[in-house]
């Protein structure tokens, strides 16, 4: 599939390297839940041995078509979201990348809908094959809902204005359909922003995030991870802003610790099924060479044995 928009990975070396630790070549079943171009993947294969296995995750049919460019018996890619990954069986990877950024295809074509830079559909599904778009969302949904949507995963202050003025413009003139609509509307009733920030930049994140559920399937992702990692298996997860950061933070967190039953004090508490080992920032050049990767964190910890 040939286009002209590219994609420059995040944390490329630091996120292999933190996945494979210091196995060269490596071996056994990697999962790179979240396929978008395939920078992360080519350069985990890389690194593997003749045993190796990659399996890959995304629901975007653009990126599956991109994967099947890739030519090797020890990659397969599967056409579903990543909170799929429990359905590998039981401890039988070795480590688990999830990379939670929208690919620069996705946000630089016009037709997918993600930006307020390009004039398009107002779609923004991450698998345009099935599911409500934004549009159709917005042409039915109630002002509350809109609102809670937008201040609960846009942390956006004028919620309730802007979901005010997308009811009316619907019943005045009809529902919102273009993504330079919608911008338009959001810089009319958000009078303050942020420097160097587009009044539409919150709102397009909540939609984007509320229409794909990405939270929740956050969530299942990493539950099922858990499941699906061997004994020492490493999970590593780049997220872009603060509402997936603390999703992830708080999960290795949760995991990280022993828990004692109240109930049963002299009980021996249960073992702790994650070890944190940090979290890694982009350097300065490469945020410096791609603005996008200025907010990315990148989060690794070790799955334990449990006793």
Do not use: C
Not at 150 to 174: P, S, T, W
Not at 205 to 228: G, T
């Amino acid at each position: 599939m040939d286009h002209p928009w590219t994609h420059t990975t995040v944390l490329l070396r630091e996120a292999v390297e933190a996945l494979l630790a210091d196995a060269s070549p490596a071996s056994g079943t990697y999962v790179d839940a979240t396929f978008g171009r395939g920078g992360h993947a080519r350069a985990i294969l890389a690194r593997l041995g003749p045993s190796g296995r990659l399996i890959a995750f995304d629901k975007d049919a653009e990126a599956v078509a991109e994967a099947a460019r890739i030519q090797d018996a020890r990659f397969s890619i599967r056409h579903q979201g990543f909170r799929d990954l429990g359905e590998l069986p039981p401890a039988s990877v070795a480590g688990v990348l999830m990379d939670l950024g929208v690919s620069s295809p996705q946000i630089d074509n016009p037709a997918r809908g993600f930006s307020f830079r390009f004039d398009g559909p107002l779609d923004m599904r991450m698998d345009t094959t099935r599911g409500e778009s934004v549009a159709e969302w917005l042409a039915t949904a109630e002002a509350q809902q809109i609102a809670e949507v937008i201040r609960d995963y846009g942390e956006e202050r004028f919620a309730v204005q802007i979901a005010k003025a997308i009811v009316a413009r619907r019943q005045e003139r009809g529902a919102v359909s273009t993504t330079t609509e919608l911008a338009e509307l959001v810089a009319g009733t958000v009078k303050t922003r942020e420097p160097g920030q587009n009044p539409a930049t919150r709102t397009f994140q909540a939609l984007r995030i509320f229409i794909n559920a990405e939270l929740e399937e956050l969530q299942q992702a990493l539950e099922a991870s858990l499941a699906v990692l061997q004994p020492q298996g490493r999970l590593a997860v780049i997220s872009f802003h603060s509402l997936e950061d603390r999703i992830v933070k708080q999960f290795i967190a949760k995991h990280s610790r022993q828990v004692y039953d109240r109930r049963a004090p002299f009980a021996a508490p249960r073992a702790m099924k994650l070890r944190a080992l940090g979290r890694i920032r982009p350097s300065q050049a490469e945020v410096d060479g791609n603005p996008r990767a200025r907010s990315a964190i990148l989060r690794v910890a070790e799955r334990t044995a449990e006793h």
